[in-house]
Nanobody
């Protein structure tokens, strides 16, 4: 079992940066591929970013590429999402997810574990 707890969300103005963290506990941290997804009201869950520890590659959704960065902090057992140049369309609940596969994946249904989500609201 893996437990995921997100933090760092909030209300910010467009153009600023925000950093989300996902605390990971349970099985070996490096055994999982980690991902971030988001869901805005009335919309489907959208892929944001993914990082594979085993392979060492990352993947980003087209709408965040170049602005968001996924990383891990081994000392704190966290997966972080650095979000720069935020836009109002980035407003959503952001979810941390984990999957047992070795490769990054953009499909939400491929992830086995989910956090409770953290709200990010970007005002114009």
């Amino acid at each position: 079992q893996v437990q995921l707890v997100e933090s760092g969300g909030g209300l910010v103005q467009a153009g600023v940066s925000l950093r989300l963290s996902c605390a990971v506990s349970g099985r070996t941290f490096s055994s999982y591929t980690m991902g971030w997804f988001r869901q805005a009201p009335g919309k489907e869950r959208e892929f944001v970013a993914s990082f594979s520890w085993r392979v060492g590659n990352t993947a980003y959704g087209d709408s965040v590429k170049g602005r968001f960065t996924i990383s891990r902090d081994n000392a704190k057992n966290t997966v972080n999402l650095q979000m720069n140049s935020l836009k109002p369309e980035d407003t959503a609940v952001y979810y941390c997810a984990a999957r047992s596969g070795s490769y990054t994946d953009r499909r939400a249904n491929e992830y086995d574990y989910w956090g409770q989500g953290t709200q990010v609201t970007v005002s114009s």
